[in-house]
């Protein structure tokens, strides 16, 4: 008899190859790779091995359309323009998002969109049409449940501070850790304390900050503007130079993202202002990149795999839709002037 893997050599293997050289049938073979009927122990090692040896690989489409799952998840970020996808913090979200699904043997799909409603539901159409089998939707909060619930997706929204009512999303208490951040540098002497990042109305970073301020009874610091980028972080910096200069800066900053805090160390560098001896600095995120500033960077950190985790499984374990809100903890380094590296939680 012919040694089936010598015949498929010139040639893509097929199941019923995988069942010859296996010595199981077809059926089998689909079991052993798809679920279905339970396979005894030593016949699906047979079947791996097979696999294994002729290189095998299932025709996915086929899969998909016969179960009507690719079993795929697709990760929907704001626009590549937007300065927040190439945020360093939600890179390291959407790697974690993508080792949880694959773990759960899911693909992950990532691809940018617009949050109007009209983009969304159109979005989400496709979506469907190619029989993906949820969406983590990376919105803070923005997504529009009214364009997105008709089309019958699974669907969860990332970076929520706040519960929707029918929505399932994941996130933490952005005004909670802001409020940690000032908090620590009240504690410790620092009495004018700037916020740099973005001011709007009901924004939680800002909110916390202020809300810190008050409940030590110290007059909020200057507002200076600098989004969430590493150029809006450093013009603030600058500024902050220029009132240091005439004597009427701040003894500490809190920055909104860490991105934001690497503008201001540079632009504070460039203008021989020393950190932390003259400004103390703590940011927000927690990404790989403020153990590399110098001096290092406090930061409050957010507990991404956790969210991940919970993401992931909120989406396939068919729940009802739930919030949930996930501690962050203050990481202490050099920049805001404690020696000892510690980490406080809340």
């Known amino acids: 008899m012919t040694d089936p893997s010598a015949r498929t050599r010139t040639r893509k293997p097929t199941r019923r190859d995988v069942a010859r050289l296996a010595g199981v049938s077809d059926a089998v073979v689909s079991y052993t790779l798809n679920g279905g009927a339970p396979v005894a122990p030593d016949t699906r090692l047979r079947v791996l091995a097979a696999v294994a040896e002729l290189g095998y690989r299932p025709n996915q489409a086929a899969r998909a359309l016969r179960s009507g799952s690719a079993r795929t998840l697709v990760l929907a970020v704001p626009d590549v323009a937007d300065p927040v996808f190439s945020n360093p913090f939600f890179a390291e979200f959407a790697a974690a998002i993508e080792s949880v699904a694959r773990e759960r043997g899911y693909a992950l799909s990532t691809t940018a969109t617009t949050f109007s409603p009209e983009g969304l539901r159109s979005r989400f159409e496709e979506f469907a049409a190619r029989m993906v089998d949820g969406v983590l939707v990376l919105s803070s909060g923005a997504a529009d ?12 929204d990332l970076n929520v501070s706040a519960a929707r009512e029918g929505v399932a999303s994941v996130g933490t208490d952005l005004r909670s850790g802001a409020e940690l951040a000032t908090e620590h540098l009240l504690d410790h002497g620092r009495t ?5 990042g973005q001011a709007d109305v009901g924004e939680p970073r800002h909110a916390g900050w202020l809300a810190a301020c008050r409940s030590r009874g110290v007059p909020p610091g200057r507002v200076v503007a600098g989004g969430y980028t590493r150029e809006g972080g450093y013009a603030a910096g ?3 130079a220029d009132d240091l200069a005439t004597g009427d800066g701040p003894d500490a900053v809190f920055a909104a993202s860490d991105r934001t805090a690497v503008g201001v160390l540079r632009a504070f560098h460039e203008r021989d202002v020393r950190v932390p001896e003259d ?11 403020a153990e590399y500033t110098w001096p290092p960077l406090s930061t409050v950190r957010q507990p991404v ?6 993401a992931v499984r909120g989406l396939l374990d068919g729940s009802a839709p739930t919030h949930r809100q996930f501690p962050v903890e203050l990481v202490i380094r050099a920049s805001c ?3 000892e590296p510690v980490t406080e939680a809340r």
Request: aromatic share 10%; glycine share 8%.
């Open 192 to 196: 004018r304390v700037a916020f740099v």
């Open 238 to 240: 600058l500024r902050i």
């Open 337 to 339: 002037g404690t020696h």
């Open 145 to 156: 449940r009214d364009a997105i619930d008709p089309v019958g997706l699974p669907w969860v």
């Open 305 to 310: 795999e956790s969210m991940a985790e919970a």
């Open 279 to 289: 400004v103390a600095v703590v940011a927000f995120d927690g990404s790989w990149e």
